[in-house]
């Protein structure tokens, strides 16, 4: 299987010298391997290892979640498989591509795989519990006939370390332009509604997570109900998420209770940011753009509405 690897990258910061050895150390040959650049001041480009990479440069105003992978894909389609990976994702050993890859080898109807994400080494609590919670150790494989079983949790996925068979991509239609994030969701769901399955691999394992303030929180978690409120055909096939972010609370609350009591006060005050700020964002259509600017944690997508 011939695999392209593709990498936005933005000012990758301190770990990106890590990731990148950490690409260059994996077993699996890689085909191509694409940056997609949007515009970075800190050196990002400059790092020997981006030698290995052919990178294509944009302006930070023109990314898009979708369209920027979507252009890179078109520029760049000779592959059996698209591997898209974030700037901070660090496999974390040298056998993580092969073992998300080898999920499409084993099973044809794949359209796409992703893999478990663990917690940075030096990850705080509740950052530790995100990653704990929503990628266990089990691999899981998920079909539309799941949906009734897993609701929204069917389509789960991260493009932070996630796959797409080229043939289920192009039936599915690719990323989509114009969402404000989730497209990795998005095309998931179309890939199922095709008749492809998704795996989760839970043995392809990289080191991702975010310690965000409670204001943070807020913000991304109203761009999720934007996202939701645009795609409302995921709700008529998957169901809600409402029951999930209850399942979530519950195990967030217990987690910081035992691993560490003071941390609790920014549990409660985190989970009930995400609920505040994924209800406004389900009902973003009622606020004005420059409402929408200041709860949104992308908040330069508002000016591509106007």
């Known amino acids: 299987m011939k695999i392209n690897l593709f990498i936005p990258t933005l000012n990758a910061g301190k770990t990106w010298h890590q990731t990148l050895e950490r690409l260059a150390e994996q077993t699996i040959q890689f085909h191509r391997k694409i940056i997609v650049d949007s515009g970075s001041t800190d050196g990002t480009l400059k790092d020997p290892l981006v030698g290995d990479f052919e990178v294509i440069s944009i302006d930070k105003r023109d990314f898009d979640h979708g369209g920027t992978r979507q252009m890179a894909v078109e520029a760049y389609p000779d592959a059996d498989i698209y591997l898209f990976m974030t700037q901070d994702a660090i496999p974390a050993n040298e056998h993580t591509v092969s073992r998300l890859i080898q999920a499409f080898v084993a099973d044809p109807e794949l359209g796409m795989a992703y893999g478990r994400q663990l917690p940075h080494l030096n990850a705080k609590t ?4 995100a990653r704990l919670f929503n990628y266990p150790e089990a691999t899981e494989i998920r079909g539309l006939a799941d949906a009734p079983k897993y609701g929204i949790k069917t389509i789960s996925c991260s493009n932070s370390f996630a796959a ?9 239609g690719g990323f989509p332009r114009g969402l404000i994030l989730g497209e990795d969701v998005y095309i998931a769901g179309k890939m199922l509604l095709k008749g492809w399955k998704m795996a ?5 394992e990289v080191h991702h997570s975010h310690d965000y303030t409670v204001k943070e929180e807020f913000k991304r978690y109203f761009d999720i109900g934007v996202f939701h409120a645009e795609s409302s055909w995921i709700f008529d096939h998957f169901g809600r998420a409402e029951s999930r972010g209850a399942q979530y609370a519950k195990s967030e609350i217990s987690y910081a209770m035992r691993k560490n009591p003071l941390t609790v006060p920014k549990s409660v005050a985190s989970l009930f940011a995400k609920w505040l700020g994924y209800k406004l964002g389900l ?3 009622g606020l004005s753009v420059d409402q929408k600017r200041k709860l949104s ?3 330069r997508f508002w000016h591509s509405t106007e």
């Open 283 to 285: 009902k973003h259509k």
């Open 297 to 299: 944690m992308h908040a």
């Open 200 to 204: 989760y691999v839970g043995e392809a």
């Open 126 to 129: 509740l950052e530790s519990h």
């Open 164 to 172: 797409y068979r080229k043939e289920a991509f192009e039936q599915a």
